[in-house]
């Protein structure tokens, strides 16, 4: 119960400290025990993403972790098991994950234990990943399925309007916008 005590003051040491001293989530998910490569992007705080082991994830580098992810390591439904057998009643499964180099994770979507995720992919919002995606895929939908390859996606991004505004504030991106399309205000 002590050492318990304990973990949960140090975590919360650790959280003040990373996101609200030094502001770097992704030092604090390498503090956790997470592998974390150079130039992540954490839209959320690793804490809530990261899940209870993770020290069993690693995260390449470039990578973009949108709001709502959740990366699961453990098999939560053996809930179920361990009510209908006694001989499961302390036991769990647990699987390491990889996610590879400048990939993107969409907004809500859940990767299951075990998954590896390649390089240069995007998973599409409130997406469930529960296999393998190869380098270079684009993936949305219940179960995750390939629905594009990133040299199609970004042929598709080519033909858009594309708007220098990413070093912007937000205020500068608006009258910037409102400038170029004063009938989108």
């Not at 490569?37 to 972790?65: A, M, Q, Y």
């Not at 809930?79 to 009643?89: A, K, L, S």
């Not at 390649?118 to 179960?143: M, Q, Y």
Request: with cysteine.
């Amino acid at each position: 119960m002590f050492s318990k005590l304990v973990d949960k003051l140090k975590r919360s040491i650790l959280h003040f400290y990373y996101m609200h001293i030094i502001r770097n989530p992704s030092k604090y998910g390498r503090a956790l025990g997470a592998r974390i490569g150079k130039g992540c992007n954490f839209i959320e705080d690793p804490e809530k993403f990261l899940n209870s082991e993770p020290w069993l994830i690693t995260i390449g580098n470039h990578v973009r972790i949108t709001y709502g992810v959740r990366l699961l390591t453990h098999e939560g439904a053996l809930w179920t098991i361990r009510g209908m057998d006694e001989r499961y009643e302390n036991v769990s499964t647990y699987e390491p994950m990889y996610i590879g180099d400048n990939t993107m994770i969409g907004m809500y979507s859940v990767v299951m234990p075990g998954v590896k995720i390649g390089k240069n992919c995007i998973i599409g919002a409130h997406s469930v990943v529960t296999r393998d995606i190869p380098d270079g895929t684009v993936v949305a939908g219940v179960p995750a399925r390939k629905i594009s390859n990133i040299e199609k996606f970004k042929e598709k991004i080519d033909t858009r309007e594309l708007f220098d505004v990413m070093k912007m504030s937000q205020r500068e991106k608006r009258a910037y916008l409102s400038k170029k399309h004063p009938e989108w205000f």
